[in-house]
């Protein structure tokens, strides 16, 4: 098997970002021994790609947005392994403003998306779409577009909805959508996506939900907020896929700084969580407790550049790949396995990267 890398970086300038410095989707072989990447050819010009999903068989999806930011899109890409070439299937407009992140089902028959949108209002604002995948691993038009309702208290950033992650459950029964905008985990039911407010989980006002993931065992939820820098723990029961909270733990910021959490990662045991914090560039470690599943802060490191935006576990939890979007960089970790510490092995340059996807080819 070859370990590759997939980053995508902003080529133009977008609302919330100054710099754009960025080629498209950069492809990298990863040596997961080495802890090194190697560029492989010229990146593929895809507008804007913020996140980067990989599903099975070489395919991909990135978001992208469409001429002039009126509305963001869903791109399906191919990776030939044997070529090691990458190239755009198709695309399709997703309905929203500013896409933000992608999962997929199980099979890898759906694309998931969630846009952060509520900065226009002369173009679409769906926050979250469903993108059905063809036999040849492009994607069809939207089969589901909604737009959630409500605000928060932060009147700055909580004007609107805002979704900004969504995941399905690991059973894929349910789906789940963090929405800064209204402070909340808002839930479908799979797979006709049909709403099911009483397994919402509703959040401090004010917190500002960005990002979470499920533990591999499906029985823990990890949420990092961003307006109130946050760690939210919850248990997951699958039978019912309701979510109980189990603790909030604030984040606290460095001597007179501040903290913006953005990334969030999970070490392949469930033992060690990963947090990006932009302002202070710092990379935040927190242990989980193995018998309550509760997290608690152990140390920061230096994210090795600036605006650590988003962040990755290698498949084998032996290295951590930080991007680093305001100093083109892409920041390579060697992870300690017992004590989940990092150490600064390599850095890679990348213009503006937003975000980072590992996938593994034969």
Known sequence: MVLYAFAGSLTQPAPHFAAANGEGI????????????????????????????????????????????????LAALHFDAASETLRLLNVEPLGGLEACHLSLDAAGETVFAASYGGHREDGPDFGVAV?????????????????????????ARQEAPHAHCVVPSPDGRFLFVADLGIDRLVAYELPGMARRPDLDAALLPGLGPRHFLFDGAGRHLYLVSELIPTVVSFRYDAATGRLEQLAS???????????????IALSGDG???????????????????????????????PSGGVTPRDLKLSPSGRHLIVANQDSDRLTIF????????LTHRNDTEVGTPMTVALAEFA
């Open 334 to 341: 060697r992870r300690d396995a017992q004590s989940g510490a």
């Open 26 to 73: 950069s492809v990298f072989r990863f040596d997961d021994e080495a802890g090194t990447l190697t560029a492989i050819g010229a990146p593929l010009r895809v507008e804007d790609a913020s996140w980067i999903a990989a599903g099975e068989g070489g395919s991909l999806y990135a978001t992208t947005e469409m001429p002039g930011h009126r509305q963001s899109a």
């Open 131 to 155: 993108m059905p995948v063809r036999a040849d691993g492009s994607v069809a038009p939207a089969s589901f577009l909604k737009r959630h309702e409500g605000k928060g208290p932060n009147a």
């Open 249 to 263: 733990l604030p984040i606290e910021p460095p001597a007179g700084g501040k903290d913006q959490p953005a990334g």
């Open 271 to 301: 033992r060690h969580l990963y947090v990006s914090l932009r302002l202070s560039d710092d990379i935040l470690l927190l242990a989980i407790d193995e018998a309550t599943g509760m997290p608690h802060a152990v140390s920061r490191t």
